[in-house]
């Protein structure tokens, strides 16, 4: 295994004689590097604690510091810490020769190891240390469905100190407020917004009743539509018109009024069958109803620093995940 190189310049100027430069540094292998990572916190346990792996360690870990300018100490002291860790390690870290320092192979593989131990060291006192984070969801109310529960419980899972605020609105006011940047992310459904977006899944829709819903004949077709009048609502309507179809609106609400108002067999709508009611089912085809144009689920967000990122990928998984079974036509 190749050594790196630590030269010593001769000069005229003591401080000068103090100076070392890290040329190089050999790649330990995987294996090696594995035990003496594996190694570094029992030695830290057993020896004093991270200044006793952090002190001696410095020169190599900064290449544009001197020894002595990273330590704010002496070449003396540094070469009596790095003595100390060679006889805690029971192995040669270095080999000196009048005018050379070279690391030795054992030299690298620990030296490698111990910057990782230190690394993560750094980054959970930084975890400790960080504010707390809060993440601002909104939801669209004719989105909100089953896959939330799974959602909530994926982002808790990726962050456990986070605090999640949820909002339920209709999709104006999110889309707003995710512009505002009142919002960090905002779920919506395709017809919504044309801006693009990450698709987190499709949203099919059917004609939606109860089995007993009975249409009475020569009549116009009883519908239950969104209030206040969406996309879906304008195409259905559109799409009965063209097929001949006289319709009337019996009953407005929101989605949650309007899957009460199937099962209590009032009238048909056209319905997300993510979001139908277990007791209500496809009367499209029996009705001669037109197919329904597929949507999509919609996710909006603009934060990607990296925890952001993961709460981003917990919600992508949970829609993309869920999976919710059909009522029958």
Same mark, same amino acid.
């Given at each position: ?193 044309? =801006? &693009? #977006? ?7 829709? /059917?004609?939606? *009743? $109860?089995?007993?819903? !009975?249409?009475? +004949? @020569? ?22 018109? =063209? &097929? #001949? ?7 407005? /609400?929101?989605? *949650? $009024?309007?899957?009460? !108002?199937?099962? +209590? @067999? ?64």
């Amino acid at each position: 295994m190749p050594a790196a190189t630590v030269s010593a310049s001769a000069s005229s100027n003591p401080a000068a004689d103090q100076r070392t430069e890290v040329e190089a540094e050999p790649d330990a292998p995987t294996a090696e590097r594995h035990a003496a990572l594996r190694a570094v916190p029992e030695l830290v346990g057993q020896h004093g604690g991270l200044a006793s792996i952090a002190a001696p360690l410095t020169p190599w870990r900064n290449r544009a510091a001197t020894g002595t300018e990273a330590l704010g100490t002496t070449q003396g002291a540094v070469s009596v810490k790095l003595k100390r860790l060679e006889d805690r390690l029971g192995q040669r870290l270095i080999e000196r020769t009048p005018r050379q320092v070279r690391l030795s192979a054992q030299g690298a593989i620990f030296l490698a190891a111990a910057r990782d131990f230190l690394a993560a060291h750094e980054r959970a006192l930084a975890e400790l240390t960080a504010p707390p984070r809060r993440f601002r969801l909104g939801i669209a109310a004719h989105v909100m469905g089953p896959e939330v529960p799974a959602l909530l419980a994926r982002m808790n899972a990726v962050d456990p100190a986070l605090t999640v605020e949820v909002q339920i609105d209709n999709a104006r006011p999110l889309l707003d407020g995710f512009e505002a940047g009142r919002l960090d992310a905002a779920i919506i459904r395709s017809d919504d917004d044309r =801006r &693009a #977006g990450e698709i987190l899944g499709p949203e099919p829709f /059917g004609w939606f *009743a $109860a089995p007993g819903f !009975a249409q009475p +004949a @020569g009549e116009p077709l009883r519908l239950a539509a969104s209030l206040p009048c969406c996309a879906v609502r304008d195409v259905a309507a559109r799409l009965l018109d =063209r &097929a #001949g179809i006289a319709w009337t609106e019996v009953f407005l /609400g929101g989605t *949650a $009024a309007i899957a009460a !108002a199937l099962s +209590a @067999g009032l009238a048909v709508a056209a319905f997300p069958r993510r979001l139908a009611p277990a007791d209500v089912v496809d009367v499209g085809p029996a009705l001669g109803l037109p197919p329904l144009p597929m949507l999509s689920i919609v996710l909006h967000a603009t934060h990607y620093d990296p925890k952001t990122r993961e709460t981003l990928r917990a919600i992508t998984a949970a829609f993309r995940g869920a999976r919710h079974g059909f009522p029958k036509g």
